[in-house]
């Protein structure tokens, strides 16, 4: 079996825009990484090609967060039919693609899904309560999510109706029993989104767990804050903080023995 992760550059094979989309979606999956929020090999980060919309790019299943790279990223299109792969017997995780396939195929507009399995998603994704407005980190979520109720690990044909029902309009879902999922116009938001959505459910782990009395803003503040963080009301989110998330990974990556997202 060829399990190699020693994969070579495609850069000069594919498009400018592809190119650039490999490395953001590549850097996406470190940075998801590097802020603790995987889950062994599983899940996926999903993204569209500019200006090819039916593609998209996922990564290998089997490799670690840590090792994804540009040139490693499998090109698929909508349905999950592999376009094209390295030359590896690492495939995808066909069934894991579901999820994100309802997304696209539903929202147009979605250049990425992120989907994870975290200590405090989850635990969130198990209360009754959902994600309460604890924080001015969590208020941006305050209507602006969904739930999705667990229906057991198979998604068929029907779930993936309820999936992109639930998700409605919104950037974020709560995926009872089971994780989050944040979506967006482009990777960068998708990961700001998601790194806001992870951070509000570690508070609410933390508050709750304190076992004490708990404060949270009136109705009214909470709709008005709500609306002035969606993306786009002030500023996008992702434009800002993305060389800075970059700069991180470069500094990472003296140190961490793992190849760099880039080749
Ligand atoms: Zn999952």
């Given amino acids: ?44 980060i999903t993204a569209r090609i500019p200006g090819s919309p039916d593609h998209l790019l996922i990564n290998l299943y089997g490799l670690l967060y ?8 499998v090109k698929i299109d909508v349905e999950g039919s592999i376009v094209w792969k390295p030359d590896t017997d ?25 989907h994870t399995h975290t200590r405090a998603g989850i635990a969130v994704s198990a209360m009754t309560c959902g994600l309460l407005p604890l924080s001015q980190t969590s208020v941006r979520f305050h209507g602006h999510i969904g739930y999705h109720d667990y229906e057991g690990p198979a998604v068929d044909l029907d779930e993936r109706e ?8 919104h950037d974020a879902m709560i995926m009872c029993n089971h994780g989050l999922l944040t979506c967006g116009a482009t990777i960068q938001q998708a990961f700001n989104t ?11 782990v933390d508050t709750m767990a304190a076992r004490t009395e708990m404060t949270m803003p009136g109705e009214n503040v ?16 992702g434009v800002l903080e993305w060389p800075a998330m970059l700069r991180l990974l470069e500094a990472e990556e003296k140190t961490s023995g793992f190849p760099s997202y880039k080749q």
């Fill in 194 to 204: 998601m790194y806001q959505l992870e951070l509000s459910c570690r508070s609410q």
């Fill in 162 to 169: 309820r999936l992109v029902r639930d998700l409605g309009p």
């Fill in 66 to 73: 840590k090792e994804i790279t540009a040139s490693s990223l």
């Fill in 1 to 44: 079996m060829n399990h190699s992760t020693d994969f070579g550059s495609i850069r000069s094979k594919v498009s400018p825009e592809e190119w650039q989309a490999r490395l953001d979606l590549a850097a996406c999956y470190r940075l998801v990484d590097l802020f603790g929020m995987t889950d062994l090999t599983y899940n996926h």
């Fill in 222 to 237: 909470l709709a008005h804050t709500a609306h002035m963080y969606q993306p786009g009301t002030r500023r996008p989110y």
């Fill in 90 to 114: 690492y495939g995808i995780n066909v069934s894991g693609y579901v999820i994100h396939g309802a997304i696209h195929k539903a929202r147009p507009e979605v250049q990425c899904v992120i």
